[in-house]
């Protein structure tokens, strides 16, 4: 079983947001600031709270955009969705460019050409212990107030990342990295990052895994996601973590989820091969096929410096099988 341990860690380092993530934060933190100085904002309390995939650190490179939850945390039943949406408009149009707001069905969002990414600013009203946002169903004219809970996923994942570890640090965030990583190279468009970031979830709560390496989790979960958590959301819709009976909502068609199922069952067995290859050049070829290219075109997982690229042992340097010698730097008992 070649699990390359050392590997995986630069496999991950390769998906990390780089820049982006300073970039992200700036922009979150100029949009909030503006709609923080608003008086009419202000009279509804406004609170500004950074959501998303950036937030809950599980994103990946590239980080193309930014959610700001804007909670107003003294506003009433009779607040409208459009009249909020109106006045964000507003301040933020004013604050930059024209060309650079646009107004969606529930956030207005900004554009940041420097950092080559956006902001969606969403306002939050209280419900209960969550919060309502405004959305447009199908067919409605107007956009109505609609329950999410943000963030108490990012409650759940720091839960889950304390409570799952591998060396005494979380492995459920870099799992769920990893996830989206396979998902962005086998999933054409949708469900998104974040369906499958929830499938992850419910696949550490069904599984309850104790693994020895990132390989191990990553297999492990793959195949629970393949065999479980998928199939039951692609028949029953998949059950969101954060609110009980409520489902996350996708743009993805019945088609797509089934081909999604397809694509996922591959990955997985394509994890499992790799998992359970001895040769070490030849898993590696495995996993970097699995986890694809970065959005750059860079290969996420590296080929160890004594192999091919074609997953082949390089003819010098090389320790017969069942040597008692172990070469440097194959990172297998790193």
């Known amino acids: 079983m070649a699990t390359l341990p050392s590997y995986f860690r630069e496999a991950l380092k ?18 909030s600031k503006y709609l923080k100085a608003d008086p009419w904002l202000k009279n509804l309390g406004v609170d500004p709270f950074l959501i998303g ?7 990946i490179r590239r980080v193309k955009d930014v959610d700001v939850f804007a909670r107003l945390r003294k506003a009433t039943s009779d607040l409208r969705p459009g009249q909020v949406l109106d006045k964000m408009e507003d301040v933020l149009t004013v604050a930059f460019e024209e060309d650079r707001v646009e107004r969606q ?4 969002k900004v554009d940041f050409p420097t950092y080559e990414l956006s902001v969606d600013a969403v306002p939050a009203r ?9 959305n447009r169903p199908e067919h409605a004219k107007r ?18 990342n304390k409570d799952f570890l591998l060396n005494d640090k979380g492995i459920y965030v870099p799992t769920v990295k990893l996830v989206r990583q396979i998902r962005r190279t086998w999933v054409d468009d949708q469900p998104g990052g974040l369906y499958f970031e929830i499938l992850t979830y419910w696949a550490f709560q069904q599984t309850n895994p104790s693994e020895n390496t990132v390989a191990e989790y990553l297999t492990t979960i793959l195949a629970t996601i393949a065999d479980q958590v998928l199939p039951e959301a692609v028949e029953h819709g998949l059950d969101d973590p954060t609110m009980p009976d409520k489902k996350i909502t996708t743009k993805a068609t019945d088609d797509q989820l089934l081909a999604a199922l397809d694509r996922t069952r591959e990955a997985a067995d394509l994890a499992q091969r790799a ?13 970097q096929q699995l986890f ?36 440097a730097g194959t990172g297998r008992y790193a």
């Open 292 to 327: 694809g290219k970065t959005t750059e075109g860079e290969v996420v997982f590296p080929m160890p410096s004594y192999c091919n690229a074609d997953g082949t042992w390089k003819s010098t340097g090389i320790i017969p099988k069942g040597s008692p010698n172990v070469a």
């Open 126 to 134: 209280p419900c209960n212990d969550h919060w309502e946002i405004p």
């Open 275 to 287: 998992l359970d290859e001895d040769d070490d050049c030849r898993a590696a070829l495995a996993w």
């Open 14 to 31: 390769n998906i990390e947001p780089g820049d982006d993530a300073a970039n992200a934060k700036n922009a979150h933190a100029e949009v």
């Open 53 to 59: 995939s950036y937030a809950r650190d599980v994103s």
């Open 143 to 160: 956009a109505q107030w609609v329950e999410t809970n943000p963030i108490h996923l990012g409650e759940l994942t720091t839960e889950a």
């Open 105 to 108: 069905h529930r956030s207005i």
